[in-house]
């Protein structure tokens, strides 16, 4: 008898959207799982590893954010936004906790922006990796073209998670001038990219 | 006064939205936002670009061993969770390696649609193809006429494969395995429509005295309602 069984299975599985995924993550499939993971695996690591800067700790934050994930019964409302926007909040939030950790360690000042080429995946891009690596083009060229002042507390708060206060103690400026500079980049982020992203 | 507080509180909400306020604010900020419909429509207008910051670093291919190791836990974990407690089968675990998979679609699942059902099917094929290097026993069951229903054995453990069954909506096949005068219930499945379909019994062949198939309920049941459809004879 020919053995139709993996394929089955993955296509099945791989037709599902990521939100039709979640609950059989919740019921412990790790099938599904491993699915969200491939998904966004990448997308996870490539951010931890922009805010922690170590290749060997972005591993370690990725695998406890899915294993944080698979263990909580994934507390993922769908109401809340897409499952990848919740699973890399997940990340920056364990990433931002490992850096809050190493006390005194120097927060992730630099306002370099990824220009270094996309490493070439040894797989063909799906549909969906490929919008979101072109969104991914497009955001950062808006960021490209804001002013480094107002770049520079976007990626402190974001990037090196230091409150308002914080960032205003390390650029050494009034705690309104950062709320403005982080109310502009924003507004501009949003207002350029409204259409088409 | 209170125009002045809704102009501090829109004046923070990027910072709100970055993470950046304090606890006590960022409460503060949520209590407000709740009650402020214009807020509301501003922090959904720019939480998009929030959302959008994760996209612009550089993408990297993580390494194939985080993937790995990922998988193994959690394949660890369900085998350990679903395995019955004290019955000192750790040592076979390793060589049940295509169990974890079989049994990664629980229970609950199956009722949820042919969808599921077409995954069980493909993970058991899949189960089968990857274990040809075991000794396997072929048992034919006493079925229903024009059906046909096979239990592949393979020591403690086995597949059900059935052919020709009417697939049925409204209830579901369940498995169970006799054991002198008690029953135990071993699984649940579905047949597609040519009425195939196949059951993984995980373990407990060893001490059985036959294998049985009811329809029951969609949800299954503890004990059989029905009685039995399919009987192999171990």
């Known amino acids: 008898m020919p053995n139709q069984g993996p394929n089955v299975e993955v296509e099945a599985l791989q037709r599902l959207a990521d939100e039709d995924l979640m609950p059989l993550v919740e019921r412990k499939d790790p099938a599904a799982f491993e699915i969200v993971y491939d998904r966004h695996g990448g997308a996870a690591y490539s951010l931890a590893y922009r805010i922690v800067g170590d290749r060997l700790v972005a591993e370690d934050v990725t695998q406890e954010a899915f294993l944080s994930v698979w263990r909580s019964g994934a507390r993922f409302d769908r109401a809340r936004g897409s499952v990848r926007t919740w699973l890399l909040g997940v990340v920056r939030n364990r990433a931002i906790d490992v850096l809050r950790r190493e006390a005194g360690r120097a927060p992730t000042v630099s306002i370099e922006l990824d220009t270094v080429p996309e490493q070439e995946s040894r797989f063909e891009p799906t549909d969906a990796e490929a919008l979101r690596r072109e969104a991914g083009r497009e955001v950062r060229g808006v960021l490209a073209g804001l002013p480094e002042d107002q770049l520079k507390v976007v990626q402190l708060a974001y990037f090196g998670g230091l409150s308002h206060s914080e960032i205003a103690e390390v650029l050494g400026m009034p705690l309104g001038t950062v709320k403005g500079r982080m109310r502009l980049a924003m507004e501009k982020l949003r207002a350029t990219l409204a259409e088409g992203v | ?193 040519s009425g195939r379909g196949a059951a993984a019994i995980p373990h407990g062949l060893d001490d059985a005295s036959a294998v049985l198939v009811s329809l029951e309920p969609p949800s299954g049941s503890e004990q059989p309602t029905t009685n039995p459809l399919v009987t192999v004879s171990i």
């Not at chain 2, 950046?20 to 939480?47: D, F, N, P, S, V």
Request: net charge negative; charged share 25%.
């Open chain 2, 1 to 193: 006064m209170e125009h002045d507080d809704h102009t501090r509180f829109e004046d923070d909400l990027a910072a709100y939205l970055l993470d950046a306020l304090t606890i006590e604010e960022a409460r503060e900020m949520q209590l407000h936002i709740e009650g402020c419909t214009r807020c509301q429509e501003r922090a959904r207008w720019l939480q998009s670009s929030v959302e959008l910051l994760p996209t612009a670093v550089e993408q990297l291919e993580p390494p194939p061993e985080l993937r790995e190791r990922l998988m193994r836990t959690v394949r660890a974990e369900v085998a350990e969770t679903r395995a019955p407690a004290g019955d000192g089968r750790k040592a076979a675990r390793s060589r049940r390696g295509w169990f974890a998979r079989l049994r990664a679609v629980p229970r609950p699942a199956l009722a949820l649609g042919a969808t599921l059902v077409a995954i069980a099917g493909g993970v058991i094929g899949y189960a089968l193809g990857h274990e040809s290097g075991q000794s396997t026993t072929t048992l034919q069951a006493q079925a229903p006429a024009g059906a046909n229903v096979t239990l592949e054995r393979d020591g403690d453990q086995g597949i059900l494969r059935v052919s020709g069954l009417p697939q049925r909506k409204d209830k579901i096949y369940e498995v169970w395995i006799q054991r002198g005068k008690d029953v135990h219930p071993a699984g649940l499945f579905q047949v597609d429509t």
